[in-house]
């Protein structure tokens, strides 16, 4: 069975920084393409970031690009998001996200449970 | 970056009305589009990848169809388990991959 298990949501003061992670079991995590994606209250899905299978591709959305890095550990089978310069518009639920394909990017098949960063002081 | 824009935002039905949700692209997407299933409190879930290809386990009363700028998802007969919101993705290009704003199925 595929889990996929976030962690380091907390409260932190504007201009803070925090570090998500994502624990990854039951699949080949070395495989796949790995997505962050945020949800602020109340409000619709936002895409983060995404990291190739290996690390050496990482793409990012305009509002976090150079405040935020995604990164992973294939030996641990672990996604990061390493989250600087957190501004009160981070606000947000944060899911890791699994790609549904092997190399390249479509659907993500699989979601974690969400992990909460509110940005406040 | 590629915008999504579903319709209607929100609307009601009733069991086993068939409902039509529409999504469109900013520009040509081919099929490189996803639609998700999200209810309050829980993650999203993938029903169709591909525009087209049903998720494996997901019911077949859902459907997608569509190619270019303008995407559907189709449910055949609304059961209670399908009130929820739908969100539409393109993955053609990024980044962004980006998603449409959401559609809210209530009840009527």
């Known amino acids: 069975e595929v889990q996929l ?5 907390v409260v932190v003061q504007p ?30 899905l936002e895409w983060v970031s995404l990291i190739s299978w290996d690390g050496g591709s990482t793409y990012y959305a305009d509002s976090v690009k150079g405040r935020f890095t995604i990164s992973r550990d294939n030996s641990k089978n672990s996604l990061y998001l390493q989250m600087n310069s957190l501004r009160t518009e981070d606000t947000a639920l944060y899911y890791c996200a699994k790609d549904l394909k092997i190399i390249g990017v479509a659907g993500l098949d699989y979601w974690g449970q969400g992990t909460l960063v509110t940005v406040s002081s | ?20 949700i529409t999504c ?38 859902f ?5 270019g ?28 991959l980006t998603f449409g704003g959401g559609t809210k199925v209530e009840i009527k």
């Open chain 1, 15 to 44: 201009g803070g920084s925090l570090r998500l992670s994502c624990a990854a079991s039951g699949f080949t995590f070395d495989d796949y393409t790995m997505h962050w994606v945020r949800q602020a209250p109340g409000k619709g």
């Open chain 2, 69 to 96: 700028t303008d995407f559907t998802l189709t449910i055949s007969c609304l059961q209670s388990e399908d009130f929820a919101t739908y969100y539409c993705q393109q993955y053609y290009s990024y980044p962004p």
């Open chain 2, 1 to 20: 970056a590629i915008r999504m824009t579903q319709s209607p935002s929100s609307f009601s039905a009733s069991t086993g009305d068939r409902v039509t």
């Open chain 1, 5 to 9: 298990v976030e962690s380091g949501g």
């Open chain 2, 24 to 61: 469109r692209a900013s520009q040509g997407i081919s099929s490189y589009l996803a639609w998700y299933q999200q209810k309050p409190g829980k993650a999203p879930k993938l029903l169709i990848y591909a525009a087209s290809t049903l998720q494996s386990g997901v019911p077949s009363r």
């Open chain 2, 63 to 67: 459907s997608g169809s569509g190619s």
